[in-house]
């Protein structure tokens, strides 16, 4: 597609519950990133892929969380045993190549979101 | 540590007026990289300027003009003639260059920008 798609836009689920969030990342992007933003917050990094294999995932909060990108392409956020605290919008970001490569603009596309409720 | 500070939370201005949105940051790399993104009521978070630490260049790109103080740790962003079209929220981010993740942007907690007609 043209940009970056996130699924589901929105998301109700119940305190306990497994959550899988899909982004497909814009065609020839190698770089793609999650961020969660809590309402009236920025947003806050979770983890960073370079191709299939996370080159940083420090910003996950916890071993709830969890991300994949098993073809370097499409990638899956899963949150197990879901809390009330985990509601926010969780949002997708692709860039070309290495962000800190020479020549890149560091400029990141971003989905729009998908906004999940824990009740 | 690493921080980006936006100070004011709302901010409301009628059409045509200039306004300023303040951004300072607080890292310890030499070499790191600043941003303005804009974040439209639908969400998806737009790029707006990239600037390196080692160029204070300040720029101007129609009514969006940007002031890079490195002795103040500021990235300030201005809006000249503002239109109704530009409420959005605007964040100002932080990649550090060395050390941590290539890929961390560190936002600010945004600036909610109501321009009324």
């Known amino acids: 597609g043209a940009g970056v798609s996130q699924t589901p836009s929105n998301k109700v689920t119940e305190k306990g519950k497994y959550v899988e969030l899909r982004c497909d990342p814009i065609s020839g992007h190698t770089a793609l990133y999650w961020y969660r933003q809590s309402l009236g917050q920025g947003p806050e990094f979770l983890i960073y892929?370079?191709?299939?294999?996370?080159?940083?995932d420090s910003g996950l909060p916890n071993d709830r969380f969890f991300a994949v990108r098993p073809e370097g392409s499409v990638s899956t956020l899963k949150i197990q045993r879901t809390e009330r605290g985990d509601s926010a919008v969780y949002l997708c970001?692709?860039?070309?190549?290495?962000?800190?490569?020479?020549?890149?603009?560091?400029?990141?596309?971003f989905g729009e979101g998908s906004r999940l409720t824990v009740l | 540590a690493q921080k980006v500070t936006q100070a004011q939370t709302e901010i409301s201005v009628v059409e045509k007026e200039d306004v300023t949105l303040d951004c300072v940051y607080e890292t310890r790399d030499t070499t790191y990289y600043l941003f303005w993104y804009k974040q439209p009521p639908s969400g998806e978070l737009v790029f707006l300027i990239r600037?390196?630490?080692?160029?204070?260049q300040n720029e101007i790109s129609g009514r969006y003009s940007w002031n890079f103080q490195k002795s103040t740790s500021s990235f300030n962003f201005t809006i000249t003639a503002s239109q109704v079209v530009d409420s959005a929220v605007y964040f100002c981010?932080?990649?550090?260059?060395?050390?941590?993740?290539?890929?961390?942007?560190?936002f600010g907690k945004g600036t909610k920008l109501s321009v009324k007609p």
């Open positions: 981010a932080l990649r550090p260059r060395g050390g941590g993740s290539q890929g961390n942007l560190i």
């Open positions: 600037r390196n630490s080692f160029d204070e």
């Open positions: 892929f370079q191709g299939t294999g996370a080159a940083d």
């Open positions: 970001a692709s860039s070309l190549n290495n962000p800190t490569a020479s020549g890149h603009t560091g400029e990141l596309f």
